[in-house]
């Protein structure tokens, strides 16, 4: 019996056994893919690419955005959760953060940003309103070392404008960091600088350097990290979708890695709420308007 003769028996067998007809088998065999098929074959590549790249941490609404922004597909919420699911996609879940515990507290102001009608995170142009915090990073072996990073986000466009670090949060790291934005932002100075009410924000240093250079302290309430939540959320994106995949072995090390997830979030992460742009891109776009 020659070989086709024995794939003619084995097909008429496999038919019998699933009980379809052989002309219905060759029929699908030979059958042409849908315009849907195509579409969502040419989406799952787009999506495991961008996914790869970003280390598996974009959710449905990141993903459909880069794909409406560097594609000419169109896709629901559904429809991506759909090709998500049948392939095993799963983004990294960003984990809530902890209030701080209190601490001494030399100057205390308002907070600015709130309203009878909630926050006012959206302010018109860029240098309008900064946002400043620090946070804890770690790094070397068995992640025993740690620093402080300080940065400073502008509200208009989310844009980090400076940062710097310290192996303790202090007066004279955060007061640094505001020196480093006035510089990068070619002495433009926001009216506004938000901050939380950690002891180095507080401090008589900090508020009288702003004063001196006329900008108003406004500050979140006490046990209430959703009053700067623009700040957190930069940290949740940052050690979620960046230092969950990067691991520095000393602090020349970590440094680079700061400076390359800033870059980054700047440059390449789009966002839903600047109308698919970065943070860069999007700042640009704001100052061509008021130019």
Known sequence: MNPDTNQVYGISFMCRFMKVSRAAYYKWIHRTPSKRALEDKEILKYVKTIEEENEYTLGVRRLMMNLHCDTTYRTSAGKMRRIMRENGIVASIRVAQHDRKAQRKEHISNNLLLSDEGHDFKPDKPNQVWVTDCTELRFGWKFSERLRLSAIKDL????????????????????????????????????????????????????????????????????????????????????????????????????????????????????????????????????????
């Open 156 to 291: 208009n466009d989310h844009s980090i404008i400076a940062w710097d670090i310290e192996e303790t949060e202090t007066a004279d790291l955060v007061t640094r960091t505001f020196d480093k934005a006035l510089a990068i932002s070619n002495g433009a100075k926001p009216t506004v600088l938000h901050s939380d009410q950690g002891s180095s924000y507080t401090s008589g240093v900090f508020n009288d350097h702003l004063a001196s250079n006329g900008v108003k302290h406004s500050m979140s309430r006490p046990g209430t990290p959703g009053d700067n939540s623009p700040m957190e959320s930069f940290w949740s994106h940052m050690k979620t979708e960046f230092f969950n995949f990067h691991h520095a072995l000393n602090q020349e090390e970590m440094v680079q890695l700061i400076e390359k997830c800033i870059n980054w979030y700047n440059y390449k992460r789009r966002q839903e709420t600047l109308n698919g742009m970065t943070p860069k891109e999007f700042r640009n776009h704001a100052i061509l308007k008021t130019a």
